[in-house]
T-cell receptor, first 115, second 111 residues
């Protein structure tokens, strides 16, 4: 299984600012995913990030608000731009397992609070 | 919209009892997976059942899948306090390289 770390683990930010979340994997992976989990809710996929190509965003999420970088096969960043209190959530990155079946390994999450 | 609907939304049982959670989905799937999340942290994969399988076991976990009813259940036997967590089903949709998560069941095991 892959070991995934995220930085920061939590942050409190002022509205109007931006935060970049880092996701590091201990092995090379093809697909990385970014999810948002609003308080008390399930996970919603923001985008899929493949190395060397533009991220694919889900309906309701746009690149200007959530720019994503994927510079290599072990690293990705998600930026939450021009934040508002509605962006307060846990942000999770995950990666596909080598074994297929689209089983995913998750990072510990970044808990974001926007004041 | 979310693919999976789970019930119950919350379940509280005594330690040692069995816990059953249900998941329904809407479209064709390659497989269905169950994940556990402890207190707002990352998710941990528990078990995967393929669309051509009907039942699968892993330790104290038993998963069933009924593709005709588009539903699945997760049974945790002989529950322990450490099983307290939120449980999510996730469907691997045909033709899509992504998972869609259900709303989750919050399970509390009382000592």
């Amino acid at each position: 299984s892959a070991v995934i770390s995220q930085k920061p683990s939590r942050d409190i930010c002022q509205r109007g600012t931006s935060l970049t979340i880092q996701c590091q994997v201990d092995s090379q992976v093809t697909m990385m995913f970014w999810y948002r989990q609003q308080p008390g809710q399930s996970l919603t996929l923001i985008a899929t990030a493949n190395q060397g190509s533009e991220a694919t965003y889900e309906s309701g999420f746009v690149i200007d608000k959530f720019p994503i970088s994927r510079p290599n096969l072990t690293f990705s960043t998600l930026t939450v731009s021009n934040m508002s209190p509605e962006d307060s959530s846990i942000y999770l990155c995950s990666v596909d397992s080598v074994g297929g079946g689209n089983t995913q390994y998750f990072g510990p999450g970044t808990r974001l609070t926007v004041l | 919209s979310q693919q999976g609907e789970e019930d119950p939304q919350a379940l509280s049982i005594q330690e040692g009892e069995n816990a059953t959670m249900n998941c329904s989905y809407k479209t064709s799937i390659n497989n269905l997976q169950w994940y556990r999340q402890n207190s707002g942290r990352g998710l941990v994969h528990l078990i995967l059942i393929r669309s051509n399988e009907r039942e699968k076991h892993s330790g104290r976990l038993r998963v069933t899948l009924d593709t005709s009813k588009k539903s699945s259940s997760l049974l945790i036997t002989a529950s322990r306090a450490a099983d307290t967590a939120s449980y999510f089903c996730a469907t691997d949709l045909k033709g899509a390289q992504k998972l869609v998560f259900g709303q989750g069941t919050r399970l509390t095991i009382n000592p």
